[in-house]
């Protein structure tokens, strides 16, 4: 079982019946101490000019837990932060153990004091199959869960969780639960290995009364940066999470992800013949969208390849990014377990501009749906040298549909590909409809380009089901072995669609 199985199933362990109640309910707080939020980048700024320092392990029976095992202990949420008050959010926490060895320090904000949650293993409930461990002073919380009202008066769902490194996700109203984002990742598909920080500790803001928005802070650690981090988020459809972000260097960083996202693609109608499986396609999202510096949007459809591959996107001052889902409807999946047609996309807008640097996407071969195998993130060009300091801010937005529509190019909606008989491969491109759509389809240029092998101009013909335009090209190989591919429709000389990119790799 891994990472993203397991937090789904702690989502349903989140309403699972109570066994005993805990003879004080609620979480227990320790001392208040002065709190600005300052604090929090003076104390990244001075770990940052020392060495690196493990955190400890919690002890050797907590992290030998077997998965089943863990699952038979979960948080109550009658003990849930601000449960009984006139407080719009609750806030629930996990138990160390398992994937989680090391706990995390969270803090509640209150008229200029923050005050500690203590661990208390009373704010869980256990079956009689959870055995018995020790407690002692290394054990803390391992993350956390936000709930607030989003539908119904005195109802309060979960909205987003931050467990495990730097890892948070977040759903829309409505949604469930697909890809998450991380606070940083360092050397993602780099050959001597990944890095992955460590989101050490949260301070979270009290919010007023009726307030949709909660703010939290954390602090990042890792071997080569520390990192202060702001996080204001608002419920709704979509999601809204405001980050600003402060990284002190204790190396020189030349591999660095900003807004890291990582996502599942098994297959769709690229791709479904390597896959036995009733349901015709299996992804959390199938596109990743770039709205480049220079005005230009582009749709990079999906993919699950044979070897491991790494695509970048050189730019200049990025306007956006991110990984969508555009197929929304429930026969696109025929899944009624995972409703993958219900799972949100994420968009990124930069909060200032970010330089030179490219969007990089790295597909990961799975042959399960279990497996993250789609990162995609910012990488600065430059190096991010030992002793300074790299401030961003950004935008994520979690929803059916976040990126922005307005002066926007016809969307890519759907890709297929599949053999001819005669040879070669039929690539079918389908477009939206939308006012700029001339009746006249002779009206529009087909641009389709390759990188090797050879392509047909392509025609264009109106699908019925979608309103939109649909184009069709063929791809004759010969001897390559990948190709790049580069298509769109374009009116007047003008963009009437969105550039569609694709990379094939013979099989």
């Not at 972000?245 to 109608?269: C, K, N, Q, W, Y």
């Not at 591959?309 to 025929?334: E, H, K, Y």
């Not at 996309?345 to 990961?364: D, F, K, N, Q, Y």
Request: with cysteine.
């Amino acid at each position: 079982m891994l990472r993203r199985e397991f937090l789904t199933a702690l989502a349903a362990l989140a309403v699972a019946p109570r066994m005993a109640w805990a003879e004080e309910p609620g979480l227990q707080v320790g001392d208040a101490v002065p709190f600005e939020a300052s604090q929090v980048t003076d104390l990244a700024r001075e770990m940052a000019g020392k060495a690196y320092q493990p955190r400890p392990l919690i002890p050797e029976a907590w992290r030998n837990l077997t998965y089943d095992q863990y699952r038979k202990i979960w948080f109550d949420s009658r003990n849930a932060l601000w449960e009984g008050s006139d407080t719009p959010q609750r806030v629930d926490v996990f138990p160390p153990g398992l994937y989680f060895p090391q706990a995390i320090k969270t803090y509640v904000v209150e008229d200029g004091t923050a005050r500690p949650l203590q661990f208390d293993m009373g704010v869980f409930d256990s079956t009689d199959k959870f055995p018995d461990v020790p407690i002692d002073d290394t054990l803390g919380y391992s993350g956390l869960r936000l709930r607030a009202e989003l539908r119904q008066p005195s109802i309060f769902e979960e909205y987003a969780v931050f467990q495990g490194a730097s890892y948070f996700r977040g759903i829309g109203t409505g949604d469930i639960y697909g890809l998450s984002a991380r606070g940083l990742a360092l050397k993602t598909g780099d050959p001597m290995g990944e890095e992955f920080p460590d989101f050490t500790a949260f301070w979270l803001e009290t919010p007023a009364p009726g307030a949709g928005t909660i703010v939290l802070h954390a602090l990042l650690d890792s071997p080569s940066c520390t990192g202060a981090y702001r996080f204001e988020i608002t419920h709704g459809q979509p999601l809204v999470m405001q980050v600003a972000a402060e990284i002190f260097a204790r190396s020189d960083m030349t591999h660095v992800g900003i807004a890291p996202l990582t996502s599942m693609f098994l297959f769709d109608d690229m791709d479904r013949q390597r896959f036995d499986d009733f349901r015709p396609a299996v992804h959390d999202n199938d596109g990743l969208l770039i709205h480049n510096g220079a005005g230009e949007v582009i749709w990079r459809p999906l993919a699950n390849p044979v070897t491991l591959q790494i695509s970048a996107f050189g730019d200049m001052d990025p306007r956006g990014f991110g990984l969508m889902q555009r197929a929304r409807d429930f026969d696109d999946f025929n899944d009624l377990e995972a409703l993958y047609h219900r799972r949100p996309g994420l968009w990124v807008t930069p909060g200032e501009g970010w330089g030179r640097g490219s969007v990089h996407l790295v597909e990961i071969p799975a042959d399960l749906e279990i497996y993250d195998n789609i990162v995609a993130y910012w990488r600065p060009s430059g190096t991010i040298k030992a002793g300074t300091s790299h401030r961003m801010t950004y935008t994520l937005e979690w929803g059916q549909d976040p990126a922005p529509h307005d002066g926007m190019p016809l969307r890519v909606l759907n890709t297929a590909a599949g053999g001819r008989p005669e040879g070669g491969r039929i690539f079918t491109i389908d477009f939206e409809n939308g006012p700029n759509m001339p009746d006249d389809l002779s009206r529009v240029d087909r641009l389709v380009r390759s990188s090797a092998g050879e392509v047909t101009e392509g025609i264009i013909q109106r699908n019925p089901d979608t309103g939109g335009p649909r184009l069709a090209f063929t791809f004759m190989a010969g001897d390559a072995d990948w190709a790049e591919f580069r298509a769109q429709l374009r009116l007047d000389g003008a963009p009437l669609s969105e550039v569609w990119l694709y990379r094939w790799t013979r099989s």
